[in-house]
């Protein structure tokens, strides 16, 4: 089964609402999320590295005040996109890991922002 | 800045056959060298790691090697089946976790 939950799998809304993606290990702690964005026919790209209980560390690139993540326990991390605008729209995926073990992949969220 | 680049972008062979994957990254210096799976619309599926001091690793119909000092691997898939149909991505990994994607090779085996 899945070890990390991502939610919501599906988000349609307008221009101008913030939208929020949570991110959950669900049977470990997990000392690092990350969060990447895929744009269609292209490759994954890291947006931020979450530590928990420490502010992301953000890619070059990355609006951090568009782009807000908070990862307040071991086991969520969230995502907010502030004030989403159609160039938002993309496939947003988070991944998470511990010490010692394999990264595991949540199922991504697609956001279409109209 | 550090690329990773798969060849070839899609690929469709017949069921049975056996195929191999690319993937080039432009730093030596890699920290380990992953190859995923991702289905349409869905996450992605670790297939294999390898650690920068390894050369090779195995599970099951699939192997994937590494060459440090030509920034190459390679993904053998043995006796292709539809099941397999997928997109294959390359990532180098760094120290903290973070991965450089690829990307990726979209298979489509054929019955």
């Known amino acids: 089964g899945a070890v990390v939950s991502q939610h919501p799998s599906w988000v349609i809304c307008k221009s101008g609402t913030s939208v929020k993606i949570e991110c959950r290990s669900l049977?470990?702690?997990?000392?690092?999320m990350f969060w990447y964005r895929q744009f269609p026919k292209q490759s994954l790209m890291l947006m931020a590295t979450?530590?928990?209980?420490?502010?992301?560390?953000?890619e070059q690139g990355v609006e951090k005040d568009k782009f807000l993540i908070n990862h307040a326990s071991l086991t969520l991390s969230t995502l907010t996109v502030t004030s989403a605008h159609p160039e938002d729209s993309s496939f947003y995926i988070c991944?998470?890991?511990?010490?010692?073990?394999?990264?595991?992949f949540g199922d991504g969220t697609r956001l279409s922002i109209l | 800045k550090q690329e990773v680049t798969q060849i070839p972008a899609a690929l469709s062979v017949p069921e049975g056959e056996n195929l191999v994957l690319n993937c080039s990254f432009t730093?030596?210096?890699?920290?380990?060298l992953q190859w995923f799976r991702q289905d349409p619309g869905k996450g992605l599926t670790s297939l294999l790691l390898?650690?920068?001091?390894?050369r090779e690793q195995t599970s099951g119909r699939l192997n994937a090697s590494l060459d440090k000092s030509s920034g190459r691997s390679t993904l053998y898939i043995a006796a292709s089946q539809p099941g397999d149909s997928a997109t294959y991505l390359c990532?180098?990994?760094?120290?903290?976790?973070?991965?450089?994607f690829g990307k990726g090779t979209k298979l489509s085996v054929k019955p």
């Open positions: 049977d470990f702690q997990a000392t690092t």
């Open positions: 991944s998470a890991i511990t010490p010692n073990q394999p990264q595991h």
């Open positions: 990532a180098r990994g760094g120290s903290q976790g973070n991965l450089i």
């Open positions: 979450s530590n928990e209980g420490s502010k992301a560390t953000y």
């Open positions: 390898i650690q920068s001091s390894q």
């Open positions: 730093d030596s210096a890699i920290y380990n």
